[in-house]
Nanobody, 117 residues
């Protein structure tokens, strides 16, 4: 089992940047592909992107492609979400999750990102 804790959220102006972190516990952390998701008020949870176990492969939703970057440091058991050129529509609670065989089985508690002037 793995426990995940997100951090790094906050208030940022449009066009600004934030880096979210997702710290994991357990020696198996590096064996899990990891994903980032977000949920805005009144909306369904949305896939943001994912990264492979080694970090060598990433995939992004069209809405964030070119602006967001996912990376990981398995030695630190941490996954990052670098968010640049933020827009008001990026406002949401952001979650990281560990992917099991067919589904994301472990989730963090989320961190709030608010993009507003």
């Amino acid at each position: 089992q793995v426990q995940l804790v997100e951090s790094g959220g906050g208030l940022v102006q449009p066009g600004g940047s934030l880096r979210l972190s997702c710290a994991g516990s357990g020696r198996a952390f590096s064996s899990y592909p990891m994903g980032w998701f977000r949920q805005a008020p009144g909306k369904e949870r949305e896939f943001v992107g994912r990264i492979s176990q080694s970090g060598g492969s990433t995939y992004y939703a069209d809405s964030v492609k070119g602006r967001f970057t996912i990376s990981r440091d398995n030695a630190k058991r941490t996954v990052y979400l670098q968010m640049n050129s933020l827009k008001p529509e990026d406002t949401a609670v952001y979650y990281c999750a560990a992917r099991l065989v067919t589904t994301y089985g472990y989730w963090g508690q989320g961190t709030q990102v608010t993009v507003s002037s």
